[in-house]
């Protein structure tokens, strides 16, 4: 099938003529997808499409072959809008020519049910159909707190809600910690030649003579094709390409030297080679899309000479703090004030995705934060954070800002302990969190909440619950939340262990030098034994000592 992609900022064209001459065809068919005037039930101005055009475009043609293998067609043609697209204009156009109707609709049926799920392009954002309304004195309009979600409910909202960014292409040197975006195949056999294993001296695999002639000295770096007779010997280095094949490498220390000659002190079995391809052959996969590269992935990468990965992007990431009581870690805190704490938390948990991190800090009174705010610059932040402010105090405004930043609240609060006002908004590719002030809720919210929306934005798997044995009793009085209790998941007696920390409230951030882990409590539980098997949660650095 005769194939044409086109993926374009222009608008779509109104004739569009058949992508196979007429006559050659019995069918033409169109489908042109439009903007709605609406996206989750707001009216909008238009839409911005993001795509990452070259993986794109490969894509809709592999899509494009694959469905033509069972509906066979003369020739498609697939243009996709993308940037800003306004609402009522052509996104997508699909012309399809086949010698009978059945098959053109049935392709492009099938294309169309596949193109959101298969095809990286996303819808960045929509654009509203007006600015934001003047700002008056006091908070904006609100709508109430949203019903309580179970962990579980708010843990799967965020990974059905957050999108996966565009994918980039990063030198080597800028890859550590990103994921891996697509499967990188060995271009070439690794090793690319025979190589000695050892420092020592080649000879025809099966020559079992005692004395030999050295012919020859190969270095490390030397490429010198050359054949071997029976009774000589060609001295070689460590990782030296081998003059020819057919040969094995005797050890230095089994091998007497006089000048030119050597005797062989020891026969072995081994050929003491590295074949070309033993480690991997050319087209072999060498790492899996969705992997973590680590320092071992890099280094097989620069092995195999694939300098340029498609990775995870950066994730922008605003964090703000509030709270008029904070002062900065350096400053000794007046009466009524405390050191802002979030922040070093925050920019840390963080060390485990790249990102770019801006933090700042809000005044508690609304307008006067809403002024420090720069919504244009905002509306490129990947995910926005805001610490304190999400419960239900006179001045906790992180609800309504959120709201007029444009994010839809999908929950507002977590029946969990610590950490239940508990905010999730999303808008288009945007995410953010209002997180509870408390820094031992943040650092429970950060990892079951944020850090699962990370996940899904860079396309990793989500973080998992792990089971393991409690090295000691977990003593607690009956919740009628589900509990994340920090715990140490300890490595020194044989089989790992968890041990519960001892907290006092959710302000309490003692017992975090020491978590590693956040034990699931069941709601109602009460304590749990030593030795029984609970669930947890790896919290950052879990397998560092
Ligand atoms: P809020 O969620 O704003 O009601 O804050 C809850 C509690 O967390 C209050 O006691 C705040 O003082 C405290 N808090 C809020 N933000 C921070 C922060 N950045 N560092 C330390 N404590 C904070
Ligand atoms: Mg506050």
């Known amino acids: 099938m005769k194939i044409e992609i086109q993926l374009t900022d ?59 293998e069972r509906h066979p067609c003369l ?75 179970s962990l579980e409910e708010a843990m799967a909202e965020i990974r059905s809600r957050c999108q996966r960014l565009p994918a980039v292409r990063a030198p080597l040197a ?58 000589q010997t060609v001295r070689v280095a460590t990782g030296t390409a081998l003059p020819c094949g057919g040969l094995r490498v005797v050890m230095q220390e089994h091998v007497e030297r006089d000048g030119d000659r050597i005797r062989v002190l020891k026969q072995e079995r081994v050929t003491n080679i590295r074949l070309r391809g033993e480690d991997v052959k050319a087209g072999q996969p060498l790492v899996q899309a969705g992997v973590r590269l680590n320092a071992g992935a890099l280094a097989l990468f620069a092995t195999a000479g694939c300098t340029r990965p498609l990775v995870s992007p950066r994730p922008r990431v605003a964090h703000f703090t509030t709270g008029d009581e904070l002062v900065p870690p350096h400053q000794t805190p007046g009466p009524g004030q405390i050191r802002d704490s979030n922040s070093s938390l925050i920019r840390e948990l963080l060390q485990h995705t790249p990102c770019d991190l801006e933090q700042t800090h809000l005044s508690d009174d609304f307008d006067t934060a809403w002024r420090q705010l720069d919504p244009e610059r905002l509306a490129h932040v990947d995910l926005i954070l805001v610490s304190g402010g999400a419960s239900v105090g006179v001045r906790d405004f992180t609800r309504p800002l959120l709201e007029r930043l444009g994010f839809e609240i999908v929950f507002g609060q977590v029946n969990v302990r610590p950490g239940k006002p508990l905010i999730f908004g999303i808008d288009g590719m945007r995410a953010a969190f209002g997180l509870p002030g408390n820094p031992l809720s943040h650092f429970v919210c950060f990892h079951f909440a944020v850090a699962r929306a990370l996940a899904r934005m860079t396309g990793e798997d989500p973080p998992a619950f792990l089971r393991a044995l409690l090295a000691a009793e977990l003593d607690d009085a009956p919740c009628p ?36 882990a956040l034990i699931r409590v069941p709601a109602n539980q009460g304590s749990l034994m030593a030795g029984i098997e609970v669930d947890f949660l790896p919290a950052a650095a879990m397998i560092s000592p």
């Open 481 to 516: 939340r589900e509990t994340l209790w920090p715990a140490r998941l300890e490595w020194n007696a044989g089989a790992p262990r968890l041990r519960p920390l001892a907290w006092a409230s959710s302000g309490d951030l003692t017992c975090l030098p020491a978590a590693n």
């Open 174 to 231: 800028e890859a550590f910690g990103r994921v891996l975006c697509e499967t990188i195949c060995a271009p070439e056999d690794l090793p690319p030649f025979d190589r000695s294993a050892r420092d020592g001296y080649a000879i025809l695999t099966d020559d079992t003579a005692e004395y030999f002639q050295i012919v020859d000295t190969l270095h490390a770096a030397d490429w010198k094709p050359r054949s071997l007779q029976p009774g």
């Open 10 to 68: 222009a608008p779509i064209a109104e004739n569009i003529s058949p992508p196979s001459p007429p006559g050659a065809h019995g069918a033409f068919l169109e489908f042109r997808g439009t903007v709605r005037a609406e996206e989750n039930s707001q009216p909008i101005a238009a839409l911005e499409y993001e795509a990452y055009t070259e993986m794109a475009g490969r894509e809709i043609r592999r899509l494009l072959e694959s469905l033509a």
């Open 75 to 149: 020739a498609a043609r697939v243009i996709h809008r993308l940037g800003v697209v306004p609402a009522g204009a052509a996104a997508v156009y699909v012309g399809v020519t086949s010698l009978h109707r059945a098959e053109a609709i049935a392709l492009i049926g099938e294309f169309l049910d596949r193109l959101k799920q298969d095809i990286p392009i996303w819808k960045r954002r929509p654009l509203p159909v007006a600015v934001a309304p003047t700002l008056k004195n006091n908070l904006p309009a609100s709508r109430p707190h949203a019903a309580i979600y």
